[in-house]
């Protein structure tokens, strides 16, 4: 049973131009939300976070969205960079468990 | 000021053998978690240990699969008589505490032949 989802496995994206990844999950006890970055052949690394009580968590060019409501979450990038080119992660905290909940991921690719 | 640190970053073993793979948390880092991601999947929960014992092992596998984080040293993840199906990408992360967000290593990429 899949708590944190990711729908979309892959997104291209044009350089300069806004990527926006989606996250739903399930479990209304969850309390805090997290995107990581993952390139290949590394770990995946800490990118931006949103605690339950917010709707809106902004860091450079990365912002966060929550939606309580519809259990929805999004990362926004504008403007895109070649360099964010690589599988984003959605994770959640909490819900009962140790540690993080991850969805499957969403493989972003900007387009030159 | 290392992070995570995980060796071997390459395992290859036949079936039948024994994989151990390591982990140095980040200096500070009492808290170790270890998830496996499989070929087009995300990060599934293993296991996670402060020092010297198991919080929660709902993710491990019943058989085969055991951890621990002693006193001195690094975490151990042992997998006994490997067989296929255990190829995967093992990931350790830590973290100073329960509410802090978690901190990966590059992974051990473990293929059983």
């Known amino acids: 049973d899949q708590q944190v989802k990711q729908n979309s496995p892959s997104l291209s994206v044009q350089e300069g131009r806004i990527s926006i990844l989606n996250c739903d999950y399930t479990?209304?006890?969850?309390?805090?939300f997290l995107w990581y970055k993952k390139y290949p052949a590394e770990g995946p690394t800490f990118l931006i976070s949103?605690?339950?009580?917010?709707d809106k968590n902004e860091d450079g060019r990365f912002t966060v969205f929550l939606n309580k409501s519809a259990k929805h979450l999004s990362l926004h990038i504008v403007p895109s960079q070649p360099g964010d080119s690589a599988v984003y992660f959605c994770a959640a905290r909490g819900g009962g468990a140790d540690g993080l909940t991850f969805g499957k991921g969403t493989h972003l690719i900007i387009q030159p | 000021n290392a992070g995570v640190m995980q060796n071997p970053r390459h395992l290859v073993r036949r079936r039948g053998q024994e994989a151990r793979l390591r982990c140095s948390p980040m200096k500070g880092h009492s808290h170790v978690y270890w998830y496996r991601q499989l070929p087009e999947e995300g990060l599934k929960f293993m296991v996670y240990l402060q020092k010297e014992n198991i919080i929660d092992e709902s993710g491990m596998p019943k058989e085969r699969f055991s951890a621990e984080f002693p006193k001195e040293g690094p975490s151990i993840l042992r997998i006994q008589q490997v067989v296929r199906g255990d190829s995967a990408a093992y990931f350790c992360a830590s973290s100073s505490n329960t509410l802090e967000k978690l901190f990966f290593g590059s992974g051990t990429q473990l293929s059983v032949l």
């Open positions: 479990n209304s006890m969850f309390d805090y």
């Open positions: 949103i605690s339950s009580i917010k």
